[in-house]
Protein backbone atom coordinates (compact mmCIF):
# COMPACT_ATOMS: atom_id res chain seq x y z
CA UNK A 1 0.00 0.00 0.00
CA UNK A 2 2.69 2.55 0.81
CA UNK A 3 4.31 1.98 -2.88
CA UNK A 4 0.87 1.71 -4.82
CA UNK A 5 -1.22 3.90 -2.62
CA UNK A 6 0.02 6.27 -0.10
CA UNK A 7 2.97 6.94 -2.32
CA UNK A 8 1.47 8.11 -4.82
CA UNK A 9 -0.58 10.10 -2.35
CA UNK A 10 1.59 12.16 -1.26
CA UNK A 11 3.40 12.64 -4.16
CA UNK A 12 0.19 14.77 -5.16
CA UNK A 13 -1.23 15.88 -2.12
CA UNK A 14 1.62 16.19 0.23
CA UNK A 15 3.66 18.86 1.53
CA UNK A 16 7.54 18.80 1.12
CA UNK A 17 8.09 18.12 4.17
CA UNK A 18 5.79 15.30 3.49
CA UNK A 19 7.28 13.73 0.83
CA UNK A 20 10.83 14.68 2.13
CA UNK A 21 10.19 12.10 5.30
CA UNK A 22 7.78 9.75 4.21
CA UNK A 23 8.09 8.42 0.37
CA UNK A 24 12.13 7.21 1.08
CA UNK A 25 10.94 5.43 4.08
CA UNK A 26 8.54 3.68 1.73
CA UNK A 27 10.84 3.24 -0.78
CA UNK A 28 13.09 1.42 1.66
CA UNK A 29 10.06 -0.22 3.27
CA UNK A 30 10.99 0.64 6.31
CA UNK A 31 7.43 2.34 6.41
CA UNK A 32 4.60 -0.71 6.44
CA UNK A 33 1.33 1.27 5.12
CA UNK A 34 -2.58 0.16 6.07
CA UNK A 35 -5.41 1.83 5.60
CA UNK A 36 -8.41 2.73 7.65
CA UNK A 37 -11.25 3.83 5.40
CA UNK A 38 -14.02 0.92 6.01
CA UNK A 39 -16.21 1.04 9.49
CA UNK A 40 -18.69 -1.41 10.28
CA UNK A 41 -21.57 1.23 8.70
CA UNK A 42 -19.10 2.77 5.97
CA UNK A 43 -18.52 0.16 3.60
CA UNK A 44 -19.77 0.99 0.40
CA UNK A 45 -21.05 4.25 1.23
CA UNK A 46 -17.81 5.61 3.03
CA UNK A 47 -18.69 9.01 3.13
CA UNK A 48 -20.93 8.19 6.51
CA UNK A 49 -17.87 7.32 8.19
CA UNK A 50 -18.09 8.34 11.61
CA UNK A 51 -14.68 8.02 13.39
CA UNK A 52 -14.03 11.96 14.23
CA UNK A 53 -11.17 13.81 15.01
CA UNK A 54 -10.62 16.67 17.15
CA UNK A 55 -8.69 19.33 17.35
CA UNK A 56 -6.53 19.58 20.76
CA UNK A 57 -3.79 22.16 20.72
CA UNK A 58 -1.39 20.67 18.30
CA UNK A 59 -3.14 17.64 18.20
CA UNK A 60 -5.76 15.77 16.57
CA UNK A 61 -7.58 13.43 19.05
CA UNK A 62 -9.31 10.35 16.66
CA UNK A 63 -12.31 8.05 18.14
CA UNK A 64 -13.64 5.42 16.39
CA UNK A 65 -13.25 1.78 14.97
CA UNK A 66 -12.15 1.26 11.28
CA UNK A 67 -12.44 -2.60 10.34
CA UNK A 68 -11.30 -4.79 7.22
CA UNK A 69 -8.09 -3.02 7.81
CA UNK A 70 -5.63 -5.48 5.87
CA UNK A 71 -2.50 -6.64 7.43
CA UNK A 72 -2.86 -4.07 10.19
CA UNK A 73 -1.13 -6.54 12.76
CA UNK A 74 2.29 -6.13 10.60
CA UNK A 75 1.98 -2.30 9.54
CA UNK A 76 3.69 0.53 11.94
CA UNK A 77 1.42 3.38 10.01
CA UNK A 78 -2.22 3.64 9.15
CA UNK A 79 -3.81 6.43 6.48
CA UNK A 80 -6.99 7.34 7.78
CA UNK A 81 -10.44 8.93 6.65
CA UNK A 82 -11.68 11.28 9.72
CA UNK A 83 -14.85 13.12 10.43
CA UNK A 84 -13.16 16.54 11.43
CA UNK A 85 -16.81 18.30 11.13
CA UNK A 86 -19.57 16.90 12.21
CA UNK A 87 -22.00 19.70 11.50
CA UNK A 88 -20.57 20.04 7.14
CA UNK A 89 -22.55 18.44 4.30
CA UNK A 90 -22.03 14.72 4.10
CA UNK A 91 -18.28 14.48 2.09
CA UNK A 92 -17.54 17.79 3.07
CA UNK A 93 -15.96 17.37 6.60
CA UNK A 94 -13.94 14.57 6.20
CA UNK A 95 -10.07 14.80 6.35
CA UNK A 96 -6.97 12.74 5.56
CA UNK A 97 -4.35 11.97 8.57
CA UNK A 98 -0.89 10.15 8.39
CA UNK A 99 -0.96 7.60 12.10
CA UNK A 100 1.68 5.66 13.20
CA UNK A 101 0.81 2.18 14.71
CA UNK A 102 2.52 2.16 17.83
CA UNK A 103 0.33 5.37 19.26
CA UNK A 104 -1.11 4.60 22.34
CA UNK A 105 -4.86 4.08 21.98
CA UNK A 106 -4.77 2.16 19.29
CA UNK A 107 -5.90 -1.71 19.48
CA UNK A 108 -5.78 -3.90 16.50
CA UNK A 109 -7.84 -7.24 16.19
CA UNK A 110 -7.30 -10.04 13.82
CA UNK A 111 -9.82 -11.29 11.61
CA UNK A 112 -9.83 -14.67 10.48
CA UNK A 113 -11.18 -15.34 7.20
CA UNK A 114 -12.64 -18.28 4.90
CA UNK A 115 -8.97 -20.18 4.00
CA UNK A 116 -8.19 -19.32 7.71
CA UNK A 117 -5.67 -16.74 7.48
CA UNK A 118 -6.06 -13.40 9.17
CA UNK A 119 -4.53 -10.50 7.32
CA UNK A 120 -8.07 -8.75 7.72
CA UNK A 121 -8.53 -6.86 11.57
CA UNK A 122 -10.67 -4.69 12.96
CA UNK A 123 -8.47 -1.57 14.21
CA UNK A 124 -9.98 0.37 16.96
CA UNK A 125 -8.97 3.95 18.47
CA UNK A 126 -9.36 4.91 21.58
CA UNK A 127 -8.58 8.88 22.26
CA UNK A 128 -5.67 8.84 20.09
CA UNK A 129 -3.66 11.53 19.43
CA UNK A 130 -2.19 12.58 16.23
CA UNK A 131 0.28 15.55 15.35
CA UNK A 132 -1.48 18.39 13.95
CA UNK A 133 0.67 18.31 10.77
CA UNK A 134 0.63 14.77 10.18
CA UNK A 135 -2.86 15.90 8.22
CA UNK A 136 -2.94 15.75 4.47
CA UNK A 137 -4.27 18.74 2.20
CA UNK A 138 -6.73 21.05 3.63
CA UNK A 139 -8.79 20.44 6.86
CA UNK A 140 -12.39 18.47 5.86
CA UNK A 141 -11.08 18.22 2.03
CA UNK A 142 -10.25 14.57 2.38
CA UNK A 143 -12.63 13.35 0.25
CA UNK A 144 -11.00 14.94 -2.65
CA UNK A 145 -7.77 12.79 -1.86
CA UNK A 146 -9.89 9.50 -0.76
CA UNK A 147 -10.71 9.49 -4.08
CA UNK A 148 -7.59 10.20 -5.67
CA UNK A 149 -6.18 7.27 -3.63
CA UNK A 150 -8.90 4.73 -4.91
CA UNK A 151 -7.88 5.21 -8.15
CA UNK A 152 -4.30 4.30 -7.27
CA UNK A 153 -5.70 1.45 -5.68
CA UNK A 154 -7.82 0.35 -8.68
CA UNK A 155 -4.75 -0.03 -10.40
CA UNK A 156 -3.15 -2.35 -8.26
CA UNK A 157 -6.17 -3.97 -8.45
CA UNK A 158 -6.56 -4.26 -11.64
CA UNK A 159 -3.26 -5.46 -12.55
CA UNK A 160 -2.90 -8.29 -14.58
CA UNK A 161 -0.57 -10.27 -12.57
CA UNK A 162 -3.12 -11.89 -10.64
CA UNK A 163 -5.12 -13.38 -13.67
CA UNK A 164 -1.56 -14.18 -14.75
CA UNK A 165 -0.34 -16.15 -11.96
CA UNK A 166 -3.83 -17.85 -11.77
CA UNK A 167 -3.56 -19.10 -15.76
CA UNK A 168 -0.16 -20.42 -15.47
CA UNK A 169 -1.31 -22.33 -12.45
CA UNK A 170 -4.58 -23.78 -14.47
CA UNK A 171 -2.71 -25.45 -16.99
CA UNK A 172 0.28 -27.14 -14.32
CA UNK A 173 -3.10 -28.37 -12.62
CA UNK A 174 -4.61 -29.50 -16.15
CA UNK A 175 -0.99 -31.39 -16.93
CA UNK A 176 -1.19 -32.86 -13.40
CA UNK A 177 -4.99 -34.12 -13.66
CA UNK A 178 -4.08 -35.14 -16.76
CA UNK A 179 -6.61 -32.85 -19.10
CA UNK A 180 -4.34 -30.41 -20.78
CA UNK A 181 -4.97 -32.16 -24.54
CA UNK A 182 -8.21 -32.49 -24.10
CA UNK A 183 -10.38 -30.00 -26.57
CA UNK A 184 -13.24 -29.15 -23.90
CA UNK A 185 -10.36 -27.84 -21.60
CA UNK A 186 -8.51 -26.14 -24.17
CA UNK A 187 -11.81 -24.21 -25.37
CA UNK A 188 -12.38 -22.81 -21.95
CA UNK A 189 -8.24 -22.36 -21.65
CA UNK A 190 -8.05 -20.56 -24.49
CA UNK A 191 -10.92 -18.09 -23.90
CA UNK A 192 -9.47 -17.50 -20.74
CA UNK A 193 -6.14 -16.55 -21.93
CA UNK A 194 -7.56 -14.85 -24.36
CA UNK A 195 -9.72 -12.45 -22.42
CA UNK A 196 -6.23 -12.31 -20.33
CA UNK A 197 -4.50 -10.44 -23.25
CA UNK A 198 -7.53 -8.44 -23.50
CA UNK A 199 -7.03 -6.90 -20.10
CA UNK A 200 -3.50 -6.49 -20.06
CA UNK A 201 -4.30 -4.19 -23.25
CA UNK A 202 -6.87 -2.16 -21.35
CA UNK A 203 -4.65 -2.08 -18.24
CA UNK A 204 -1.97 -0.69 -20.17
CA UNK A 205 -3.95 2.35 -22.06
CA UNK A 206 -4.44 3.45 -17.70
CA UNK A 207 -1.02 2.82 -16.87
CA UNK A 208 0.04 5.15 -19.60
CA UNK A 209 -2.25 7.75 -18.05
CA UNK A 210 0.23 7.36 -15.13
CA UNK A 211 3.23 7.42 -16.66
CA UNK A 212 2.11 11.24 -18.56
CA UNK A 213 1.15 12.35 -14.78
CA UNK A 214 -2.78 12.99 -15.86
CA UNK A 215 -5.13 12.16 -13.47
CA UNK A 216 -7.33 8.51 -13.79
CA UNK A 217 -11.01 9.24 -14.34
CA UNK A 218 -14.09 6.77 -13.33
CA UNK A 219 -13.55 4.62 -16.08
CA UNK A 220 -10.31 3.10 -14.24
CA UNK A 221 -13.40 0.94 -12.52
CA UNK A 222 -13.41 -1.31 -15.66
CA UNK A 223 -9.86 -2.48 -14.56
CA UNK A 224 -10.87 -3.45 -11.41
CA UNK A 225 -14.18 -5.06 -12.79
CA UNK A 226 -12.60 -6.71 -15.17
CA UNK A 227 -9.83 -8.26 -13.80
CA UNK A 228 -11.21 -9.64 -10.62
CA UNK A 229 -13.99 -11.65 -12.37
CA UNK A 230 -11.59 -13.10 -14.82
CA UNK A 231 -9.29 -13.95 -11.62
CA UNK A 232 -12.49 -15.97 -10.41
CA UNK A 233 -13.20 -17.67 -13.87
CA UNK A 234 -9.69 -18.93 -13.94
CA UNK A 235 -10.13 -20.10 -10.38
CA UNK A 236 -13.87 -21.60 -10.48
CA UNK A 237 -12.16 -23.33 -13.92
CA UNK A 238 -9.44 -24.86 -11.58
CA UNK A 239 -11.72 -26.35 -9.20
CA UNK A 240 -14.02 -27.88 -11.92
CA UNK A 241 -11.30 -30.38 -13.32
CA UNK A 242 -9.30 -30.66 -9.58
CA UNK A 243 -11.79 -33.49 -8.82
CA UNK A 244 -11.45 -34.44 -5.33
CA UNK A 245 -8.75 -32.46 -4.65
CA UNK A 246 -10.70 -29.44 -5.41
CA UNK A 247 -12.02 -30.08 -1.47
CA UNK A 248 -8.97 -29.65 0.24
CA UNK A 249 -6.90 -26.47 1.33
CA UNK A 250 -3.51 -27.65 1.13
CA UNK A 251 -1.02 -28.14 -2.00
CA UNK A 252 -1.76 -31.28 -3.87
CA UNK A 253 0.97 -33.42 -3.66
CA UNK A 254 2.97 -31.01 -1.57
CA UNK A 255 3.97 -28.75 -4.38
CA UNK A 256 2.27 -24.82 -3.71
CA UNK A 257 2.06 -24.34 -7.08
CA UNK A 258 -1.11 -27.01 -6.94
CA UNK A 259 -3.32 -25.79 -4.77
CA UNK A 260 -6.82 -25.07 -6.32
CA UNK A 261 -8.96 -24.77 -3.57
CA UNK A 262 -6.52 -22.15 -1.89
CA UNK A 263 -6.50 -20.05 -5.09
CA UNK A 264 -10.28 -20.18 -5.30
CA UNK A 265 -10.65 -18.92 -1.84
CA UNK A 266 -8.25 -16.26 -2.60
CA UNK A 267 -10.39 -14.91 -5.35
CA UNK A 268 -13.92 -15.02 -3.46
CA UNK A 269 -13.52 -12.01 -2.20
CA UNK A 270 -11.94 -10.01 -4.77
CA UNK A 271 -14.93 -8.30 -6.14
CA UNK A 272 -15.63 -7.13 -2.78
CA UNK A 273 -12.69 -5.62 -1.52
CA UNK A 274 -11.04 -2.02 -3.04
CA UNK A 275 -15.02 -1.15 -3.55
CA UNK A 276 -17.33 -3.98 -4.70
CA UNK A 277 -17.84 -4.56 -8.22
CA UNK A 278 -21.88 -3.71 -8.05
CA UNK A 279 -20.29 -0.11 -6.33
CA UNK A 280 -17.78 0.22 -9.82
CA UNK A 281 -20.08 -1.03 -11.93
CA UNK A 282 -22.29 1.82 -10.60
CA UNK A 283 -19.82 4.24 -11.06
CA UNK A 284 -19.35 3.53 -14.74
CA UNK A 285 -22.65 3.55 -15.75
CA UNK A 286 -23.69 7.35 -13.65
CA UNK A 287 -20.26 8.98 -14.44
CA UNK A 288 -18.99 7.26 -17.44
CA UNK A 289 -22.00 6.29 -19.47
CA UNK A 290 -24.35 8.87 -17.87
CA UNK A 291 -26.97 6.79 -17.55
CA UNK A 292 -29.72 7.99 -14.97
CA UNK A 293 -30.86 7.01 -11.26
Partial sequence: ??????GPLLIKFGRPDQQQHFL????????IWCQGYSEPNAGSDLASLRTEAVLDGDHWVVNGQKIWTSLAMDANWI???VLTDKQAKKQDGISFLLVPMDTPGITVRPITNL??????????????????????GQINKGWTMAKALLGFERIGSGSPRQSAYALKRLRLLAERMGVWD???FQDRYTRLRLDLEDHKDLYETFVEKVRRGESLG???????????ELYQRITETMLDIAGEYGAGLGPMDGNRDLNPAGLFLQSRPSTIYAGSNEIQRNILAKNVLELPG
Avoid: W, Y
Fill in 1 to 6: MGMTMI
Fill in 24 to 31: PKILAGEH
Fill in 79 to 81: FLL
Fill in 115 to 136: DMADEFCETFFDNVRVPRDNLV
Fill in 182 to 184: DGQ
Fill in 218 to 228: PDVSMLKVNQT
